[in-house]
């Protein structure tokens, strides 16, 4: 099972950008895809995008099409999730977690669950 860390939140003005990071440790971060998923409070865990192992493949969430770009560096361990544009609305916690395959995208089917950086975007 993979576990996993993420870092790279805080605070930023509306328009702004921040890149979120996410360690993975052991041998097998590489097979699965990952993904991102953000939370804010009182609300559901939502997905926001995902990538494939080989990184040939991804899929966003409609809210940050265009904005978001999800990647992956399989020799560091290393997800990223840049995010440009950021809109209050984007404010959550955001957490990464793997899957093995490609075609979910719902929280339930992902594991290995980091404690989430938090991103607040102030208008």
């Known amino acids: 099972q993979v576990q996993l860390v993420e870092s790279g939140g805080g605070l930023v003005q509306a328009g702004g950008s921040l890149r979120l990071s996410c360690a993975g440790s052991?041998?097998?971060?590489?097979?699965?895809?990952m993904g991102w998923f953000r939370q804010a409070p009182g609300k559901e865990r939502d997905f926001v995008a995902a990538?494939?192992?080989?990184?040939?493949?991804?899929r966003y969430a409609d809210s940050v099409k265009g904005r978001f770009t999800i990647s992956r560096e399989n020799a560091k361990n290393t997800l990223y999730l840049q995010m440009n544009t950021l809109k209050p609305e984007d404010t959550a916690v955001y957490y990464c977690?793997?899957?093995?395959?490609?075609?979910?995208?719902?929280?339930?089917?992902?594991?290995?669950w980091g404690q989430g950086t938090q991103v607040t975007v102030s208008s």
């Open positions: 052991g041998r097998t971060f590489r097979t699965y895809t």
């Open positions: 990538i494939s192992w080989t990184g040939d493949r991804t």
């Open positions: 977690a793997a899957v093995q395959g490609w075609g979910l995208f719902e929280s339930s089917a992902y594991d290995g």
